[in-house]
Structure formats: structure tokens, C-alpha cells
């Protein structure tokens, strides 16, 4: 497609889809019942850690891959879990509730074209990299790691809209990369819709509106924004996209972690391994 026709189809679709998100045609997904009745559970003052479990233990996907992340470095302890009741005994309600929200989100998509399918499993792996990377960087920002991986799993989850509202648009099927421009643009803005939708915390909202501005600075203690601005940046490192040749000591968020700007966190001997194996635990 020529530059001018493609720019043409872009402006067009953008209007489309700004217009359809302003009059509430655009589908913002509500989080699924599982994901639900566990955050009433932990709300519950009476409940323990066995109806937790419970709850947990009826979705078999979602029971799988929280045993895995109950194994991995981020929450390992001495003896091997093989149980939900002894992942939840081992999590403890603030881990339980913010891991679950984060696997809960490939469960929400089922991609039905081969382009969706193709563009949802690029977010996903980018994002359980940004997890695993946000969970190693937490320590610089004296931040609890479940968090810092939960703000960086979702925070490109305004993309998903945007693939599911392009199943029913055939031109956005037949040009690809119109469409991720439409992404790279929008994203941002629905995420933060969405997860307010889903009343998430407020930082983790910030998380969603905020990544891509490199240029976020701010007084007093480090934000897990700033974790995960950096952690996206260095998911990029060595790879083709725009944010990788980004000059790290240009970005604040470097200097509010304490970062050296010349290392990879990725490729620090044991933090690396420990990254790949928490991804590898997200992916489960």
C-alpha cells in the first residue's frame, strides 16, 4: 500500500475507533467470573485461605499456571508446591489477588483470525517479559514484586480491545501495520479505561496511562510506572522496534531507580535466569 493510501486508511479507522470508544460501541471486557468471585473471597473478613483455594481450584488453566508462579523466583521457598491450597498457604491474599489478575488476562482474549492470533501472541510475550523484568526491577524501587509484575503484565492491555474491535474490520485485517499504528496510538488511553473499568488500583491505572512517556519525572520515591517504563525499555534492548535505540540516560525513570544506564538487567547473570524462569512461569 502506498504511504499516502495507508497514512488516508489510518486517519480514517483512527476517527472510526475514537468515535465508536466515545459513544460506547467499543467493548471493554469485564473481568471473568473466577477473577471475580476470588476478589470477593479475599474482601471477605470470615474467609481463609481454603476458600481461596477453593474458588482458585475451579478454574483448572488459571490453578495450573498459579502453582507454576508459586514455584517460580519470584515466591520459591524450600519445599516444591503442588497444591492451590499450598500456593495460596505460600502467597499469602495480596500475592494471591494480584497474580491472579495477571494470568486472569490471556484467559480474556480468544483471537479468531490468524492477524489477531498472530498480534495477540506478540502482546503476550512482551508483556510476561515486561512482567518478569518489573518483578527483578521492584528491589530498586523498595516495591513489592507481585505488584510490579501485575502493573507490568497489563500495561499494553489497551491493545486488546483494539485486536478484538479489528476481527470486525476487514480492512484493519488486510494492513497489518495500520493497525498496529492504531495500537501504538490508542493503547494507552483504552488501557486506562479498561482497568478503571475493572477498578483496579490507581497506581497500576498510572501504569497503563502512563508508560510510554518517556519523559515521566516526579519527586519523592520511586512508582511503578517508573519500573515499568524501564523494564519496557529493556525488554526492547537489541531488538527492531523504535524503543530500542532510545538513549536510557535521557530517561528519569533510569535515575529514580538508582539505574545504571550501560547495564541490562536482562543480562546480569543470575537476575536474567530469574527473569526468564518467572516469563516462563507467566506462559505456563
Do not use: C
Not at 480492512?171 to 493497525?179: G, M, T
Not at 525513570?253 to 524462569?277: C, H, N, P, Q, W
Amino acid at each position: 500500500m502506498e504511504p499516502e493510501m495507508s497514512a488516508d486508511l489510518k486517519n480514517r479507522l483512527l476517527a472510526q475507533l475514537i468515535d465508536d470508544m466515545e459513544n460506547d460501541k467499543l467493548v471493554l471486557p469485564s473481568l471473568p467470573e473466577v477473577a471475580l468471585r476470588v476478589r470477593d473471597t479475599l474482601d471477605d473478613e470470615n474467609a481463609n485461605a481454603k476458600a481461596v483455594a477453593k474458588v482458585i481450584a475451579t478454574d483448572a488453566a488459571l490453578s495450573a499456571r498459579l502453582i507454576a508462579v508459586a514455584n517460580s523466583p519470584l515466591l520459591r521457598g524450600s519445599r516444591h508446591i503442588d497444591s492451590v491450597d499450598m500456593a495460596v498457604a505460600r502467597m499469602g491474599n495480596t500475592i494471591v489477588r494480584n497474580t491472579v489478575n495477571s494470568l486472569i488476562v490471556q484467559q480474556i482474549f480468544q483471537p479468531t483470525t490468524e492477524v489477531t492470533d498472530r498480534l495477540f501472541h506478540a502482546f503476550w510475550e512482551h508483556s510476561t517479559e515486561v512482567a518478569a523484568i518489573s518483578q527483578a526491577l521492584a528491589g530498586f524501587a523498595r516495591l513489592k514484586p507481585d505488584q510490579a509484575m501485575l502493573a507490568g503484565l497489563v500495561h499494553d492491555i489497551g491493545a486488546l480491545p483494539i485486536v478484538k474491535y479489528a476481527e470486525d474490520i476487514p480492512e484493519l485485517l488486510e494492513h497489518e501495520q495500520v493497525l498496529v499504528e492504531i495500537i501504538q496510538e490508542l493503547h494507552t488511553t483504552i488501557g486506562t479505561a479498561l482497568l478503571s473499568k475493572w477498578e483496579f488500583p490507581q497506581d497500576i491505572i498510572n501504569v497503563a496511562a502512563k508508560h510510554e512517556d518517556l519523559s515521566y519525572k516526579h519527586d519523592g520515591a520511586p512508582e511503578l510506572v517508573d519500573v515499568v517504563i524501564v523494564a519496557n525499555l529493556q525488554s526492547y534492548f537489541g531488538k527492531d522496534h523504535p524503543h530500542a535505540s532510545v538513549d536510557w540516560s535521557t530517561v528519569p525513570a533510569f535515575a529514580t531507580l538508582g539505574m545504571d544506564t550501560e547495564v541490562s538487567i536482562i543480562d546480569m547473570e543470575e537476575t536474567g535466569e530469574s527473569i526468564r524462569e518467572v516469563a516462563d512461569a507467566l506462559r505456563a
